[in-house]
């Protein structure tokens, strides 16, 4: 990308790499219903595994270039490949037990509720008043939307659904919490001065490596057929390895909240495609939940007014990114 094109189209373009990035995540649990008899570990195990072995394998001189600094934050690469394998055998089982737009909607849509905790218990980030706000608005929206999909599914097939749906919900939880900790890990080997390339393809390789045995025992549905194999081969190559380059490239232009905000735009794009390729069947109050859980993201990840010192001047560096992203520095009033 041409850094010389001045400010505002290098801005344009890395918002429009996290949007295409959102866009393509937002088809991964679609992709999956195209391939029934292929099981959700062996979904998530192809693509994620493949995908970060790729990232890896894109990243290698890099990662080459700053292994000694990889090796000296070896227990904080070693959590975040550890969640890159749970998450995408927690989220692709969610979404197959609780449907496309639950599963969806209750992975993604708690992630960043789970990284300010995180960011609370780890880094002694005080959690602020808007915060709170967002976590009623997002705890609400997900029980309005659970609420609605257990319904529907007790008038469909009675009881066994409904204990399917909750268990769905319980790991889109368990998905949330392993996403919300491999973005912290990659954070923190990022602001530990390792660059961007090299960390993801540090985490994500790493990841996919223990994936891989995951893979080798559950894949086999995915070479019994052109159809399933070619649902795997896009599962890899497009939502986690274009998808994540997409990503790191708008990173490079846009701020870190500027990029949560649009990346928003996945879980609504995988309800609208749940509704219109799979032919789920949202109540209104589903998709009442879904707009609670935006709003909630929106309002949690919205820049705020700069807070002035008492001088009058706009408050810069650490506390002026901290305020945007809702979170008080410690000590902060």
């Given at each position: 990308m041409n850094r010389a094109a001045g400010p505002g189209r290098t801005t344009g373009t890395g918002a429009l790499c996290v949007l295409a990035a959102s866009v393509l995540w937002g088809t991964t649990g679609t992709a999956a219903t195209l391939a029934p008899a292929v099981g959700p570990l062996a979904i998530g195990a192809v693509a994620m595994g493949m995908g970060g072995l790729l990232q890896a394998l894109f990243a290698a001189p890099r990662i080459a270039r700053h292994a000694a600094r990889l090796r000296e934050r070896r227990g904080t690469v070693l959590l975040g490949a550890v969640s890159v394998a749970v998450y995408p055998l927690a989220f692709y089982s969610s979404m197959r037990l609780a449907g496309v737009a639950v599963g969806t909607v209750v992975s993604i849509g708690t992630a960043p509720l789970?990284?300010?905790?995180?960011?609370?218990?780890?880094?002694?980030r005080r959690l602020t008043r808007r915060w709170g706000s967002a976590a009623a608005l997002g705890m609400l929206g997900t029980i309005l939307l659970c609420a609605a999909e257990a319904a529907h599914a007790t008038g469909d097939t009675g009881q066994a659904s409904v204990a399917a749906t909750l268990l769905g919900v319980a790991l889109g939880l368990v998905a949330a919490a392993t996403y919300a900790l491999y973005s912290w890990a990659a954070h923190r080997l990022i602001t530990g001065q390792i660059p961007s390339r090299a960390a993801m393809g540090a985490v994500f390789g790493l990841g996919g490596l223990f994936l891989l045995p995951v893979l080798a025992v559950t894949g086999a549905p995915l070479l019994g057929s052109w159809s399933n194999a070619a649902v795997g081969v896009y599962m890899a190559l497009v939502p986690m390895f274009i998808g994540y380059v997409l990503f790191g490239w708008g990173l490079a232009h846009v701020p870190a909240s500027t990029a949560t905000t649009l990346s928003l735009l996945e879980p609504a794009v995988?309800?609208?495609?749940?509704?219109?390729?799979?032919?789920?069947r949202l109540p209104a109050a589903g998709w009442a939940g879904i707009a609670l859980v935006i709003?909630?993201?929106?309002?949690?990840?919205?820049p705020?007014?700069?807070p002035r010192r008492r001088s009058g001047e706009p408050v810069t560096g650490p506390d002026a990114r901290d305020a945007q992203a809702g979170l008080a520095r410690p000590g902060a009033p």
């Open positions: 789970a990284s300010a905790l995180i960011e609370r218990a780890v880094d002694g995988a309800a609208v495609l749940a509704v219109v390729v799979v032919g789920e709003v909630c993201l929106a309002v949690l990840t919205a705020a007014r700069r």
